[in-house]
């Protein structure tokens, strides 16, 4: 009977010693940190993967991503009032026109993309037909249908509205945007004075769904072209290779991937439903840190690992271009002037 109580007596101090080590143990470590990042659908691929290796490199924070148009992903903070560390935008322009001076003061330019009509090789109309040459000429065909994102949402969707009009200029062709946009939405366009055209989306863009359709961002569109429920659709070709999309490699003059065209692209210019002019340009990815950020440290920490070698990797591998060095503007952090190169006044 006394080895038996002393048998009990020894599992509950066992017992008790475990509890309170696993107590110790919780108390002590550090709680785990939200970092929220409202970030382009065309980045949901890449910032999948630096959310991964971030989190294991700071294992008490706990990256939450909303992916959406970039556009949307900005008024997330300067319209409907979300909190977050971080918002990346396929257009780094929309970061100081939409969130500066309330939201933000600064932002980091660090990958490139250019524009591709993707397509599926079994199940697009012509596929075995369209080239570089004659992909507008595709478009057109009866029963054909192909797609964009919203041009008042995402910056994939404005970009290739405007491409339709550098084709009209760079092909002669000036019945382009009239047979494809004009004849089959509410979207309108005029030519100025200085010989610069302006593209106008009303709020209801009326797509006729026979031969368009829009979405609010244009990674929606790729499952449809996977299954064959649409025919063509116009995206970022890092999108397009992340996806296994066959895709038409556009002209440099027109698919907005070239700095070296870019007077060609300014030709462009969009009005959205908000009034907001965008001019046509070479597309580049932004990074900020928003003013109201509830932690902000981490997310500097996010930016610097996403502009970082391990970040640049990350994003070459999932088919962009990342900017090496970065670039960086505005009212800089200290901890960003060492690893971004500074331009002042952009």
Partial sequence: MERRNI????????VIVCVAALSFHFASAPPVQTLKVFHAGSLAVPLEEAEKQFETLHPNVDVQRESMGSIAAIRQVTDVGKRGEVVASADYTLIPNMMYPEYADWVVRFATNDLVLAY???KSKYADEITPENW???????????AFSSPNLD????????????AELYYDDEKIFDD????????TIREEEDGTYLITTP????PNTAKVSIRPKSV??????EAGGLDYAFEYRSVAVQHNLSYVDLPAEIDLGNVAHEDFYNKVKLQNAKGE??????IIYGITVPKNAPNPEFGLEFVKFVIGDAGQKIIEDTGQTPIAPAVGSGELPEELKDVVITEVNK
Avoid: W
């Avoid at 048998?7 to 066992?14: D, E, K, N, T």
């Avoid at 507008?136 to 192909?146: A, H």
């Fill in 277 to 282: 002019t965008i001019t046509a340009s070479t």
């Fill in 155 to 166: 910056p994939c969707g404005y970009r290739a509205v405007m491409v339709l009009q550098l």
């Fill in 203 to 206: 709020e209801d863009l009326k």
């Fill in 220 to 225: 929606e569109l790729v499952a449809l072209v």
């Fill in 180 to 187: 494809l946009i004009l004849d089959n939405t509410a979207i």
């Fill in 136 to 146: 507008y000429e595709i478009l057109r065909r009866d029963g054909v249908i192909f």
């Fill in 7 to 14: 048998l009990a007596s020894g599992i509950v101090i066992a």
């Fill in 120 to 122: 599926n090789p079994e």
